[in-house]
């Protein structure tokens, strides 16, 4: 194997194991992130909108598992997930919060 | 990444399926068995001849039969089997001056007597296997799961991203053409039951819904607990008041099943022989597609209605439904078979992607005759995941017939059976050349299917000319399924051995004649 396909080898390598990262572990955050959001917002009382917005996680994460292998940019990828699961996450404490629990 | 939306969907979907395909497809297989849980159970139970018995006079049956054996508890209850087959599963808390080990559950038959039958599991264990597999814990088993049935949601939703045409797949099945052949099966099994396969994936996430996302019930209650009071109230039994009768429970049943217009499906009464006494009546769960019972309470002493539950919400009416989907527990005979066929298209979807994955890869191999570790890996594991589970469960079912009727742990005993069956061909595959390997396991496969009704006939007098003559329809069905599996795994070792002496002998011509043309 020559050095030149050594290094590209490495490359995809890393490049796999970065979207495999976003989309289980990272993903896994960002969706649990979205889905308290969602059971906060949606209408109907808490049982509901629990149980509504747990429903539709499943949807969220195996769209946001086939974003991560479908995007370009690996950096913008990493940068988009956990920029949404931070802005999810502080607006889901904030909501929780002054809001409360049942 | 590189390459495009198309290739890179192409990619997820190639390794997302093989990494979990293995598991997915012993959940497929025995998901699609539990669709017959209750017909593998009377087959594997032939000692019980139930009588069928309308609900009203079964839950009636069922408190004779539990004021007599269980007079001290503090609460009881009775579930009926259903409406394929006769009988009621009943369990009670018994009362601080019970000794510890005593009973705390009967079966009893359509005609109220206890059953007693061999030690089995029956088919609620291959139900059970599909999500909370066995010999590891449940709660990471069910995990497990998850991810698989995650994996397959991905990989069928990027399966759908990479096709090209899925109108012409519909209509393409083109045999004895190698790796194009693999791929129309594997296209014709998926894309035409995709309707089913996307359903039972998603729904089968959302039975288990709060055990992989507890977030969303933790964004509203402090605790799961509460959610669950809430959603799904379970009454503890109140404080004694002082003796009184318990009111008959049969008109009550048949007051509670008039108003919904469908069958109860279980009682629970609290406090029985009490002035606090309270019977719980619940529609069953076969009644409709929605698997959320209806309940109304009563009081147990003069039977007058107290409290009336109909789940309702959109979001809970729509993960009942879910659920009933996936489950199918409502199904008529005919739905039920399509279920199960829809279930089998499943398994060969899995089987076919899998064998897939092997049959492209070989043709690009540098030396077919010697493939590197991770291909010869992947052969090996799906010999033993495609033949060795179903040989696991026809050797469950001999085990059941053979295996003596009073020894101790002997519904573990079965399942062991089943699972040291799978084993011996996942050996069996590893030590074999796999070719060999193929052949010799769907022909075990083939003869362990063929012996089940012939054992049968030879450990009971439920035979299949017995059954037969008898018109005993699940026990005649349950032998002539097995015959046809057998079948089924026989002519495809056939086909394995008469692809081999085709290559065989094409090999020899080649090194007679060097070719001018190459066959493909």
Known sequence: ?102 | MKGGFRQSMAWLHTWTGLLLGWLLFAIFVTGTSAYFQEEITRWMTPEVRSVPADPASGFAGAVRWLEREAPGASEWSAYSAGKRTAGLQLYWVNGPDASADAPTEARLDGAGRKVEARETLGGWFLYRFHYDLHYINWYWARWLVGVAAMAMLVAILSGIVTHKKIIADFFLLRFGKGQRSWLDVHNVSSVLFLPFILMITYTGLVSLATHYMPWGVAANYSDQAKFVDAAFPWPAPGERAGAAPLVPVAPLVERAEHGWGVAAGSIRILNPGDRSARIIVSSAPDSSMFVRPRSITFDGVTGRQIDARDPSGAATNTESAMIGLHAGRYANMLLRVLYFLSGLAGCVMVASGLILWTVKRRARLPDPGRPHPGFRLVEKLNIAAIVGLPFGIAVYFLANRLLSLGIEGRSEQEIDAMFIAWGAIAVWAIARPARRAWIESLSAAALAFVSVPIVNALTTSRGLPASLMAGDSIFALFDIAMLVIAAGFCGAAFKVAQRDAGRAANRRMRKASPPATEVA
Do not use: C
């Not at chain 1, 990262?21 to 979205?34: K, R």
């Not at chain 1, 917002?41 to 991560?68: D, E, H, K, R, V």
């Not at chain 1, 920029?83 to 909501?95: E, K, Y």
């Open chain 1, 1 to 102: 194997m020559s050095r030149g396909t050594r290094i590209l080898r490495g490359a995809r390598a890393r490049e796999i194991t970065a979207r495999a990262l976003a989309a289980v572990p990272l993903n896994y955050a960002v969706t649990s992130a979205l889905t308290v959001l969602i059971a906060r917002l949606l209408p109907g009382g808490g049982a509901q909108a629990s149980i509504g917005a747990t429903m539709l996680s499943f949807a969220i994460f195996a769209g946001l598992a086939m974003t991560a292998f479908a995007v370009r940019s690996v950096a913008r990828l990493w940068i988009a997930f956990v920029g949404i699961a931070l802005f999810a996450g502080v607006v889901d404490w904030m909501l929780i919060h002054w809001g409360g629990r049942l």
